[in-house]
């Protein structure tokens, strides 16, 4: 066991807070320590919560002492996106227009996890009301990455992927429209899960795009996200669009051998032009699930650009609908990218908006044909390495607009599908930069997907790697 607790996993910590081996008020100390060296850093967190946090450390070690643990996370001290509503604190979504807001209500997953024993640390950075793939913020500045200053953390759930990889937190709840928790994951070096539309509640949770959003974890393993998925999925009477699906044993899930699973690696556009550091971890990941025992075959996939165009669509429109009134009374609030993005999305026709809404059953239907010898699907995050803050800054860098459209070129299209798909570090490049690879699943079969990356956790150690501070 590591001498010093927040370099620990989620599912260590909580097991060695259970049995008494460290008191939560130890684990909290060790986590408040990293953030005070490491935040003027990464600008990872929008807020810290010193004093409370080790108020209810304390508690949990009383109750601990008296009653046995709460629940499977009890004394665990979390910090998490800044777009979860917790009753009578504040939730900036990453703006200025909503900067002072104080939440009346607390988000179903977030009370889920508080349920389980889970204590709050603070809130975490995000892109502007989650809308923007890199970490920019034109309010609060950008996130930075811990494996490298001056790079990309990914967005929008910024801080989440920031903070989990610089262990200041033990996992983070992200939120996935159009790749903002598989991103960060990605170039953060972290253990980051999309689930499948539905599997998640969503009350609570600032929306931004109603058709695409969904809530997950960002944590060190794929065991940690599944201990995660499994306290917050289910049905929620807050939210009608909570499935009811069965919750199977996420965690289980994590021991199981990858022997005779089969594996697809798609013949074209995941495999298209790819960085040549992305292309070589692309390969050395298929290796070492070969080695597993995974049967590896090539699948072919229906047009991605499709997909991708038609997840653009439905997003720039719902995410203008929602935010209609403050574009028309408080259009200087907002920062001028996102508000760019916002304004370009009400020239959209609703005939083109019900036309791309239409299409997704279809589109759905032929990926599950195509896909249907396969348990799971193996492609890159990005099909380029962690890009600089500076070149990907739109408005400040002449090429920053093609960069972005990069970047999300391979998440889109899971969202638009409503897939679960789950990002895991697989590599370094030569500058001691983060690459991941996504395991994109069946709807509802993130059980798959969760087996599969915890085997090749077990086998390698580039989720355990933990970045210096500079």
Known sequence: MTTEPALMTLTDVAKAIADKKLSSVEVTRSCLHRIAQWQPKLNAFMA???????????????????????????????????????????????????????????????????????????????????YGPTGHNAHYGAVHNPWKLGYVTGGSSSGSGSAVGARLTFAALGSDTGGSIRMPANFCGVTGLKVTWGRVSRAGAMPLSQSLDTVGPLAQTAEDC??????????????????????????????????????????????????????????????????????????????????????????????????????????????????????????????????????RGAALAAHVTATSGVDAVIAPVSPLVTPSIGESDVGGAPGAEAVIQRITRFTRPVNYLGLPSLAIPTGFTATGLPVGMQLIGRSFDEATILTIGAAFQRATDFHARVPTLP
């Open 48 to 130: 810290i919560e010193s004093e409370p946090a080790l108020k209810a450390a304390a508690e949990a070690d009383a109750d601990l002492a008296k009653d046995g643990p709460k629940g499977p996370l009890h004394g665990v001290p979390l910090a998490h996106k800044d777009m979860y509503y917790e009753a009578g604190h504040v939730s900036t979504c990453g703006s200025l227009i909503r900067r002072d807001f104080v939440a009346t209500t607390t988000s179903t997953a977030l009370q889920r996890l508080k349920d389980a024993g889970a204590i709050r640390l603070g809130t975490l950075q995000m892109a502007e009301f989650a």
């Open 226 to 359: 599944a201990l995660l998925l499994g306290l917050m999925a289910g049905p929620d009477p807050e939210d009608p669009t909570a499935s009811h699906a069965p919750v199977p044993d996420y965690v289980g899930a994590t021991q199981a051998s990858i022997k005779g699973l089969r594996i697809g690696v798609p013949k074209a556009f995941y495999v298209d032009d790819l960085d040549p550091e992305v292309a070589r971890c692309l390969d050395a990941t298929i290796a070492v699930l070969k080695t597993e025992g995974a049967d590896i075959v090539q699948v072919e996939l229906p047009d991605q650009r499709q997909l991708t165009a038609a997840c653009q669509l439905v997003l720039a429109v719902e995410a203008a609908a929602f935010h209609k009134r403050w574009m028309i009374e408080r259009p200087q609030d907002y920062g001028p990218q996102v508000l760019m993005r916002l304004q370009n999305a009400l020239a959209v026709s609703g005939v083109s908006y019900l036309e791309a809404l239409r299409w």
